[in-house]
Each structure stands twice: as structure tokens, then as C-alpha cells.
């Protein structure tokens, strides 16, 4: 894992390459984003360029300190991660007692906190002693989806670096590239991401995720065949996915979102469900161009409501009849 191989987070790479080739490596940064947009990564190549003995634009990856590093055994490097819920204050304290020994083969020991939001607030106070005067070999990364989480004292004494959701378009390349897959079905991946490429990746392992997807365009083709008793038949299927549901109901967004760019353009160019084309030009047929808007507003209203705690059977058997009357 190096620099390059991070994706659509160049503001941030730029300024910790920089950092390291100016020898400016602050004490303690925070890295702040939802999970799966490379925090981890970033770290780990920040941390092997650092220790890099051949450092230029990123971490050579054939010095002993890159190879360590790749094997997870540098000693100069350690991770912490929560136990159970939470870092729990004996974790902070066996880091303290770590840190007071200095680096065992190079300049600088970096400490990686993963969810660091989840300290406990004694664990805080702790760190926060650390903080305030560390050795000068010490570099510590906080990693958190919500730097708020921490005391405004820890937040002060740390470099705060953002992470972003990235767009479509990068994600779709990155998985092209990667997986070596057809664009088509890289774009609905991508749609599906919410703009965090780690989501993009687990999407693309996952079978659950292609099953759920034709399971809910099997739904829609029932529910426009307008038989009155399917949506009461098919509530069953919601249910199977209760955990899921944003999931599902985004589908469907989705689907009706591309019937109406297909009926309104005739063209295939902005769809996300490229792969079902010929499915959505069927679908197409069985709504009024005039009402699919209607049915994009009735889904999200369901979504919405399910957020509000309406009985979710309730609210997906109004959604189901909404469309079919539609």
C-alpha cells in the first residue's frame, strides 16, 4: 500500500507527501471521514513513507523498513483498535508505556488509532496527556467518521485532515481498472457507493448485493402488472430485507429515475442501470411518462417515514398500492 494506490483523496496526499519531504511530520493528526474512503490506507502509506529508507514521492517498497511495513512487523509501527465498542483507558495507558521507549530501528513511532471516536472519555483525558507533550518521535493518527466526537483539547493539539466521498465517475474507473469489469457494471456499483470506494469494493464481492438488486426489479415488474393482490404479497419481501431497506428503496429510486431519463431522452447515456436496458424499455411501456414522477415521490416518502419509526409494514404496503394505483 502506497500513495498511489489511494483513490480521489489528492488534496489530502499532497499535503502529507509534502510533509514528509520537508521533514514537517507533525506530532498527532486526525483523519476524518465516513468509513471506507481510505483513512486505513492513508495511514499505512504515510506511516511507510516515513520509515522509508529510499523515500521520493512514496515509499520505494524494496528498503527493509517498506518490507517490514508490508509484512505488518515493523516495529515502529503499531495499531490500535477498539476492544469490543470501545478504546478503553488500559489501552491508552499500555500506548503510553510503549511510547516512553524509543524507536527501535528508525526515527519515528507511529501509533494508528482506529475509530478513535469510540475512546471513552477517561481514555481521552488520558491520550490527552500525550498530547500535550510528546516525545519528539511520536506520530499519532486518530482515525474517526466524526472528529466532534473528541475534546476540543485533543482536537487543538492535532492536525485535522478531511476525508471526502468521492464521485461516480472516479469510483467507476477505479473498478474498471482494478477488476478489469465491464463498464456497466461498474456504473451501477458506483451509483450504489454512496461515493465511498470502499463500499464500491465490498458491493463488487458481493453476491448478497446482486441477488437483493434482481429480487427488487422482479418486485417492480410484478407491482406495474397491476395485479391488486401483489402488494400484499410482496410486503414479505421487505420484510426479508428490513435491515436493508435503504438499500432496496434506492434500487427502486434508481430504476424509476431511469425509466424516466429513457422515456424523456431515448437514450442510454445517463442510466445507471445500463446492464437492464432492455428491461426498462419494457417497464417503460406500462407507465405514463406523467406518473413516474409520482412514484419516485410515494418511494421517497417511504424512506423517509421508516426513518420517522411509521410501521414499516404499514408504510410499504402504502408505497406498493401508491404505485400500482399510479
Known amino acids: 500500500m502506497g500513495f498511489k494506490d489511494i483513490v480521489g483523496q489528492e488534496k489530502t496526499i499532497n499535503f502529507l507527501k509534502r510533509s514528509i519531504k520537508n521533514k514537517r511530520i507533525a506530532h498527532a493528526y486526525i483523519f476524518e471521514g465516513p468509513e471506507g474512503v481510505g483513512k486505513f490506507n492513508t495511514a499505512i502509506a504515510f506511516a511507510k513513507g516515513i520509515q522509508c529508507k529510499s523515500y521520493h514521492e512514496d515509499a520505494c517498497n524494496i528498503c527493509s523498513s517498506c518490507l517490514k511495513v508490508n509484512g505488518g512487523n515493523h516495529p515502529d509501527i503499531k495499531i490500535i483498535e477498539p476492544e469490543g465498542k470501545s478504546i478503553k483507558n488500559k489501552q491508552i495507558e499500555e500506548f503510553q508505556q510503549d511510547l516512553s521507549r524509543k524507536p527501535y530501528e528508525s526515527n519515528k513511532k507511529i501509533y494508528i488509532i482506529k475509530d478513535a471516536n469510540s475512546m471513552t472519555a477517561s481514555a481521552q483525558n488520558r491520550l490527552l496527556k500525550t498530547l500535550e507533550e510528546p516525545p519528539e518521535y511520536a506520530v499519532i493518527i486518530l482515525m474517526s467518521n466524526n472528529v466532534s466526537s473528541f475534546l476540543p483539547t485533543i482536537k487543538s493539539r492535532c492536525q485535522i485532515l478531511k476525508f471526502h466521498r468521492i464521485g461516480e465517475k472516479y469510483i467507476e474507473a477505479f473498478l474498471i481498472n482494478k477488476y478489469k469489469i465491464e463498464k456497466d457494471e ?141
Open 186 to 326: 461498474a456504473k451501477v456499483l458506483a451509483a450504489f457507493s454512496d461515493g465511498i470506494i470502499g463500499k464500491a469494493i465490498k458491493l463488487k464481492e458481493s453476491e448478497e448485493f446482486k441477488t437483493k438488486r434482481e429480487e427488487t426489479i422482479q418486485v417492480i415488474e410484478k407491482i406495474l402488472k397491476k395485479d391488486p393482490l401483489t402488494p400484499f404479497e410482496e410486503v414479505e419481501f421487505f420484510q426479508k430485507h428490513k435491515d436493508h431497506i435503504d438499500e432496496i428503496l434506492d434500487f427502486m429510486l434508481f430504476w424509476f429515475r431511469d425509466i424516466m431519463i429513457i422515456t424523456q431522452t431515448r437514450t442510454d447515456k445517463f442510466l445507471i442501470n445500463l446492464d437492464k436496458k432492455n428491461t426498462l424499455q419494457n417497464h417503460m411501456h406500462h407507465i405514463a411518462y406523467e406518473k413516474i414522477g409520482d412514484i419516485i415521490t410515494v418511494i421517497e416518502k417511504t424512506k423517509n417515514d421508516i426513518k420517522a419509526n411509521v410501521n414499516f409494514q404499514l408504510a410499504i404496503e402504502m408505497m406498493l398500492l401508491t404505485m400500482q394505483e399510479v
